[in-house]
């Protein structure tokens, strides 16, 4: 008669007895959160939408018809902006993408040395110039562009290119998220290898140091190119000939002239759609970066 062995570890099955799955714990959604949030997606999309249908329509249909009732006159507004005093609208945004691009990048390299070695070195009032960094995160840029304008008009670099970009090199903010970034993601053992294999200090912070900081350095570069963008005061400040301004100048420029000729409210409106549409298209491109950057930054700080 055959018998059956029966492995001691393991336990018989239990008849008559319903396994019941363990219960998990369900978050109910926050009503009032979720409406606080509907209300403030409404509040930040309308101006969008609005910017969206306005730009359709011709300068007749602006303010005599549904405020989104959308209309065909996109493209002939886009060629009345385009025709303007010979494609001016066109050298607005070339000048917005040198300030923006140059400046951008100019000011991470600035921020990924000063925070590294904020972070990485020792040396006498090191904690001095980090608070006075710090401080300079609350001062307002608006209060800046006077005495930056002044020093700039000594040594005669007002209405020029540099008058722009200078300025824009230095981001108390991008400094003080490039020590964070650098104190959390660059250890100080591969550092110490590094120098023990014999490479020089500066080997160490190109070779090693940045591609360990580059998600946080994208979004340095992407804060400071909005940044820029946006900016009004300052080349406003700075710059005289219209032919240097960038964007949000000239934009305004046109706005002024609304006043007097109100078809130009339409190749403002148009001008002001075209201007988002390369931060789009950067977000959407360096997007894989900075969204490992900040999910990393929630659990590092």
């Known amino acids: 008669m055959a018998t059956v062995l029966s492995d001691p ?4 099955p239990r008849t008559g007895t319903v396994r019941r799955r363990p219960r998990v714990a369900t978050a109910r959604p926050n009503r009032l959160g979720t409406v606080v949030l509907l209300i403030g997606a409404l509040y930040c999309l309308l101006p969008v939408a609005w910017v969206l249908t306005a730009s359709t329509k011709s300068a007749n249909e602006l303010f005599s018809t549904l405020t989104f009732a959308p209309s065909t006159h996109l493209w002939d507004n886009i060629r009345q902006l385009s025709a303007y005093r010979g494609g001016l609208y ?3 945004m070339a000048n917005t993408a040198l300030y923006a691009g140059v400046g951008a990048l100019a000011s ?6 000063a925070g590294y070695g904020l972070a990485k070195f020792v040396f006498p009032g090191k904690k001095a110039v980090f608070n006075v960094i710090l401080a300079g995160v609350l001062v307002p840029g608006v209060v800046l562009a006077i005495p930056q304008y002044l020093l700039l008009a000594k040594v005669g670099l007002t209405n020029t290119y540099w008058s722009v970009l200078l300025p824009s090199t230095i981001s ?13 993601s660059v250890p100080d053992d591969v550092i110490e290898a590094a120098r023990t294999d014999g490479a020089r200090e500066w080997r160490v912070f190109s070779s090693i140091s940045v591609p360990m900081m580059m998600p946080g350095l994208v979004t340095v570069f992407l804060f400071q190119f909005v940044a820029i963008w946006n900016n009004f005061m300052l080349p406003y400040i700075m710059l005289g000939n219209d032919r240097l301004f960038p964007i949000t100048v000239g934009l305004s420029g046109l706005l002024n002239q609304g006043a007097s000729q109100p078809a130009m409210y339409t190749s403002v409106i148009t001008g002001a759609l075209l201007s988002v549409v390369p931060l789009g298209a950067l977000f959407l491109t360096l997007q894989r970066y900075w969204q490992v950057d900040l999910a990393a930054g929630a659990v590092k700080a």
Not at 9 to 12: M, Q
Request: glycine residues 4%; positive net charge; without cysteine.
């Open 9 to 12: 570890t393991v336990a018989p």
């Open 172 to 184: 108390p903010y991008g400094i003080y998220l490039a020590r964070i970034y650098a104190a959390a």
């Open 90 to 92: 066109w050298r607005w």
């Open 108 to 113: 991470t390299l600035v921020s990924a040395m």
